[in-house]
């Protein structure tokens, strides 16, 4: 018996290695480290290619390569250290896990050391050591499921860079090669090395599946971010910017169950976090600079804002005596009952994930906000566009605060008599009557004029003559900005607009959402009606924040709020009462995930069906198939192997023998007496015994004995032996 040999390996081909290599970091770093994928990508890919290379050069010692392994493991562990963090850390943690949304170089110099180690030794493994094309595919799987758990899926454009990495490195893989004068080798060593190597990475991916957490862990820090401080130039004290744009929907729109705040309130009104003012197309929204900065002292002015208290002023004058020129529609309007405006109502929120932010969360109409967790009350600050926040790091973990704001709904009697009537001079005049107090005429004066600016800064490239033109259709003969901003609002039900947050848009834009897919979730809403708002003429903002359900509601009347109820609507400014909510998903009918999911399910299944009746009706032909594409990708010596071996099962089948007991001749013998193929049979046979007891270099042509297969084949399944 001849001595069995491990096969040799020529190598595999570096550059192939090294684009399959590249694919794979591209897609790891588009997820991980997103705006900077393309630097960490090239960072990543010289790193891995470096650390491939030195398993390469110690493939033939594979206790060293081992030792190069945990060494490089262990000096990517001290690197660490000396960053700062360890890759056990919660940082490092939620970047690689929890796709949030900070890029720091540290954690991500971490996350390109592990994972080129990763890549770099399987890559290695499967190229040169034991060379298996399809194992390949278990490190292109990372950052496929990586993808998967956090920005829903990979561009189009990477799939295919993958793919074709995937493919150069099949092609370009290490053969193994046996000696000439052992040819037929079965080494069950090797062979039991790939089982353990496959079994061990299919223990790994279980464990990691079960390791690697949900992201159902979403802190309030993730919502509300911290701000930091600038001096101001005036003497006031100015906070600057907290946060700077709003993603546009893309279709990842899971949400986790954690609660991250609860509310108590006999009013309950929508919180709001922030507002964006600069529309982006497909990034979304951002901020300008001109109307994000935030004031202290902000609650006196804020006070004498009160809408029903100043119609109920006018009111009263106009009852007086005193203005004549209006005293006709004033004293018209409904009486306005003191309870509406002689009392701010309260708000009570606390913070209950842990987290510590400057971002104070406010319904409409705050005038004041109280930190009942703090022994000395923090500063806050308010900007332009109604966002109230502290200084950096002021607010404790898990803090709570009462808010005090008034409650109004727009009056339509006071907002009609407006449409033939100057607001302004209204309050001038009842300024010089002494029915209201100048400061109180100077406050809504600011504020209308603050809503003019906004309105002309919002006059961008962002509305499209085809929104213009819409809004134009929805608001015809309308006569003032309210009886707009509702029909925008219940366009969107009449339309034919759908809620649904399975939805993946093909494109980010306002255009595609208003006139292609009408389908999307409340960020698609919104952005659309402020797009559609300021077309019409009225100022509008994005708005960011969480809505009050009251099947939130627990047994002690507290709303507790989850992440999945984080909302976003517009906010349109109305001469005459103020920012008013519009919110475009008020009237659409919400999609049926429940219906859409078991039509999913049904489509899957039936498609498992049809395939798996195909398999079985044309089990042979796919095997034929299956068969041709391995036999090419055999050496000259595994080709005469594969031909005979399917040969001598094929003589077997008809013969009812055991295939292990069946010998060349025997094989030659059934051929020809049952299917009258002596040459065919000849030929495959004569090869087999050069190859298995001669010189192991038979001289045959490996493509004429796989016709002399078919040939075996076809006049079988003819003869239906």
Not at 62 to 90: D, M, Q, T
Not at 384 to 413: C, G, H, M, W
Request: proline share 4%; with cysteine.
């Amino acid at each position: 018996m001849k001595k069995r040999t491990r096969p040799v390996f020529g190598g595999a081909e570096i550059i192939t290695s090294l684009i399959y290599l590249c694919a794979l970091s591209a897609g790891l770093m588009y997820v991980l480290c997103r705006d900077y994928a393309f630097v960490c990508t090239v960072i990543m890919t010289a790193l891995s290619f470096g650390m491939y290379m030195i398993f390469y050069t110690l493939r033939r010692k594979k206790g060293f390569s081992l030792l190069a392994f945990v060494v490089i493991l262990l000096i990517e562990y001290a690197v660490s250290s000396v960053l700062g963090n360890s890759f056990g850390s919660p940082s490092f943690y939620d970047f690689v896990f929890n796709a949030s949304e900070f890029f720091d170089p540290a954690l991500a110099g971490m996350t390109i050391l592990i994972c080129s180690l990763i890549i770099a030794f399987p890559v290695c493994y499967f190229t040169a050591y034991l060379p298996r094309p399809s194992f390949l595919l278990l490190p292109a799987f990372v950052p496929l499921i990586l993808a998967a758990r956090l920005v829903g899926r990979l561009p189009l454009g990477l799939l295919v860079f993958l793919a074709v990495g995937y493919l150069l490195a099949v092609l370009g893989i290490a053969r193994p090669e046996f000696p000439a004068e052992n040819a037929y080798v079965d080494d069950k060593k090797a062979r039991f090395e790939r089982l353990a190597a496959l079994g061990a990475a299919g223990i790994v991916a279980a464990a990691l599946l079960i390791v690697i957490p949900r992201d159902d862990y979403t802190p309030m820090v993730r919502y509300l971010e911290n701000i930091t401080k600038r001096p101001s130039p005036y003497g006031r004290g100015m906070l600057s910017d907290f946060t700077d744009s709003a993603r546009p929907n893309t279709g990842n729109n899971t949400f986790p169950d954690d609660v991250l705040f609860m509310v108590y309130t006999q009013f309950p009104r929508n919180v709001s976090r922030w507002s964006f003012d600069v529309y982006k197309g497909k990034d979304g929204w951002t901020y300008s600079s001109d109307f994000s900065k935030g004031y202290d002292n902000w609650e006196r002015s804020r006070s004498r804002l009160n809408i029903n208290k100043l119609i109920a002023d006018l009111k009263k004058g106009a009852e007086e005596g005193k203005l004549e020129k209006y005293s006709n529609e004033l004293n018209s309007l409904d009486d306005i009952p003191e309870s509406f405006y002689n009392t701010p109502a309260k708000m009570t929120i606390r913070i209950l994930d842990g987290s510590a932010t400057s971002v104070v969360m406010h319904p409409s109409g705050t005038v004041g906000v109280t930190v009942s967790s703090v022994d000395k009350q923090p500063v806050t600050y308010r900007n332009e566009k109604d966002e109230i926040f502290t200084a950096a790091r002021v607010l404790p973990r898990n803090a709570a605060y009462v808010l005090d704001y008034n409650i109004s709904e727009p009056n339509t009697q006071f907002l009609e008599m407006l449409e033939h009537v100057d607001f302004r001079n209204l309050i001038d005049d009842a300024v010089k009557d002494g029915v209201i107090e100048s400061a109180v005429r100077d406050e809504f004066a600011y504020e209308s004029e603050d809503a003019e600016l906004y309105y002309m800064a919002g006059l961008d490239s962002s509305l499209t003559d085809e929104i213009k033109a819409l809004a134009g259709e929805i608001t015809a003969g309308l006569s003032n900005d309210y009886e707009k901003a509702l029909a925008i609002e219940r366009w969107f039900g009449e339309a034919g607009f759908e809620y649904d947050l399975s939805f993946v848009p093909e494109r980010a834009e306002a255009d595609y959402f208003l006139f292609d897919s009408k389908r999307g979730i409340c960020t698609d809403f919104a952005t659309a009606s402020t797009l559609l708002l300021r077309a019409a003429g009225i100022p509008a903002r994005y708005t960011s924040g969480f809505v009050l359900k009251e099947d939130s509601v627990d047994e002690y009347g507290r709303y507790i709020v989850k992440a999945e109820q984080a909302h976003a609507y517009s906010t349109a400014f109305i001469e005459g009462f103020g920012w008013l909510e519009i919110d475009g998903t008020k009237y659409v009918p919400i999609s049926d995930l429940g219906d859409r999911i078991v039509v999913t399910l049904g489509i899957f299944i039936a498609a498992a069906v049809v395939l798996a009746t195909v398999v079985i009706i044309f089990r042979r032909q796919l095997a034929g198939l299956i068969f041709a594409a391995a036999y090419r990708m055999r050496g000259r010596n595994g080709k005469i192997r594969a031909v005979y071996l399917k040969t001598r099962k094929l003589a077997c089948r008809i013969a009812e023998t055991d295939p292990r007991s069946t010998a060349a001749e025997e094989v030659r013998d059934i051929i020809s007496r049952t299917l009258s193929l002596d040459v065919e049979a000849a030929e495959i046979t004569d090869a087999a015994n050069e190859l298995f007891y001669g010189s192991g270099s038979p001289d045959a042509d490996v493509k004429r004995l796989y016709r002399d297969y078919k040939a075996i084949l076809k006049m079988k399944r003819s003869r239906r032996k």
